[in-house]
C-alpha cells in the first residue's frame, strides 16, 4: 500500500513538472496588405519601424487579399489561399495586423510596446521545423508538447514565404518583407492531434521552389492555431533554436545591429561570451565562422557577402541563439 501511494505520488509530481515546462512563444505577426494600396504605402514603414529590434522574437507572414485591388500580383499570384487567410479574419481592408491570431489592428497603429508587452510569454507548444534541398525541399516540422497540450479544434498551418522582394509596386512600396507564396497544409490547416505532455509529433512535406521566386529568400514558416478560437499557441522557422527557460532568457538579452547592415554587424553579449558564431545563408550554407574568446561585444565584417538575408547564430556551453540579418 505505501509502494502504490509513493508511485503515485511520484507520478503526480512528474506529470505537475511537465505541466509546468513551457516553451518560449513567438509572436505572430499576421500581416494583410496590398500592393495597390495607398494606405498600405503610408502605414507599412511605420509597422516596420515598431517590429525593429524585435528580430529572434517575433515571426512575420504578409499575406496579400483582393481588397482594395484585385490585380495585386501577390494577390494573383495565389488567389486561393490569400483569400482564404483574409476570410478567416473577416478582412475587409488593408493594411490589417493579428497578432497571434486573437488582437488586430491597422499596420500604421502597431507600436513597440505592444510588441515588448507580449515578448517574453510562454506556450506549452513548441515548434521546430527543419528544411533541406535547394529547388526541390524537403520540410519535417516536429510540434513539442512543452507542458499539457491545448484542446480544441487545433490545426496546423505550414506556409511558404519569401523573405523579402524587391519590387517597384503601383503604391510606391519597392520592399516587400515575407511574403506568403504557399500553403502547403490545407488552406484551412491540416488537423492535429497534439502529443501528451513531454512528447512530440512530426510532419512531414515537400515543395519545389517555382521559378518566379527567389531560392535564396524562401523559408517555411509554421504555426499551430485553435482555427475556432483563432489563438495561436507558436510558431517556428528553420532557424528558431529548442532551448531551456532559462538559456531563452539569457539570449532574448543579446542584440544584434545594425540590422540591416551594409559592411559590418555588431553582436553585443549581456555578459563576457566564450563560443562560436556562425552566419549561413538562407539555404543554410555556412558563410562565416568567429570565435568568441570572453568578450561583450563582436564586431562582424560582411562586407564580402551578397546582399540579402543571413541567419547568425552563437552557440555555447550556456545555450544558443539565432537571429535574421539583412545585408544591403
Avoid at 511605420?46 to 525593429?52: D, G
Avoid at 515543395?207 to 509554421?222: K, S
Wanted: aromatic fraction near 10%.
Amino acid at each position: 500500500m505505501h509502494r502504490t501511494f509513493t508511485f503515485l505520488l511520484l507520478s503526480f509530481l512528474s506529470l505537475q513538472l511537465i505541466a509546468q515546462q513551457q516553451a518560449k512563444k513567438y509572436i505572430l505577426l499576421e500581416h494583410f496588405t496590398n500592393t495597390r494600396c495607398p494606405i498600405c504605402a503610408s502605414g507599412n514603414p511605420s509597422f516596420y519601424n515598431a517590429i525593429a529590434g524585435f528580430e529572434g522574437d517575433y515571426h512575420h507572414i504578409a499575406y496579400h487579399p483582393r481588397v482594395p485591388y484585385s490585380s495585386c500580383i501577390f494577390y494573383q499570384a495565389n488567389t486561393e489561399e490569400n483569400s482564404a487567410r483574409a476570410e478567416y479574419y473577416n478582412i475587409f481592408s488593408t493594411p490589417r495586423v493579428f497578432f497571434n491570431g486573437t488582437s488586430g489592428t491597422s499596420a500604421g497603429q502597431v507600436t513597440a510596446s505592444m510588441l515588448e508587452s507580449r515578448v517574453g510569454q510562454t506556450s506549452p507548444v513548441a515548434i521546430q521545423v527543419t528544411e533541406s534541398g535547394s529547388s526541390s525541399r524537403q520540410v519535417q516540422v516536429e510540434v513539442f508538447s512543452r507542458g499539457i497540450p491545448p484542446s480544441g479544434d487545433i490545426r496546423l498551418f505550414v506556409a511558404v514565404v519569401e523573405k523579402e522582394i524587391q519590387y517597384n509596386a503601383p503604391n510606391g512600396e519597392t520592399l516587400h518583407h515575407d511574403v506568403f507564396r504557399d500553403m502547403l497544409t490545407s488552406k484551412d490547416g491540416d488537423p492535429v492531434s497534439l502529443a501528451a505532455a513531454g512528447g512530440s509529433v512530426t510532419k512531414t512535406f515537400n515543395y519545389t521552389v517555382q521559378n518566379n521566386w527567389n531560392a535564396n529568400q524562401a523559408y517555411v514558416l509554421a504555426f499551430v492555431q485553435d482555427y475556432a478560437t483563432k489563438e495561436v499557441f507558436n510558431s517556428g522557422t528553420p532557424f528558431d533554436p529548442l532551448i531551456s527557460p532559462a538559456q531563452e532568457a539569457r539570449a532574448g538579452r543579446m542584440r544584434l545591429y545594425p540590422n540591416p547592415a551594409q559592411e559590418e554587424a555588431v553582436v553585443e553579449f549581456p555578459e563576457p561570451a566564450a563560443g562560436m558564431l556562425t552566419v549561413r545563408s538562407g539555404l543554410g550554407q555556412v558563410v562565416l565562422t568567429q570565435q568568441a574568446a570572453g568578450q561583450r561585444v563582436m564586431q562582424v565584417n560582411i562586407r564580402e557577402l551578397p546582399a540579402g538575408v543571413y541567419w547568425v547564430s552563437f552557440e555555447s556551453g550556456q545555450g544558443q541563439w539565432v537571429a535574421p540579418l539583412v545585408k544591403r
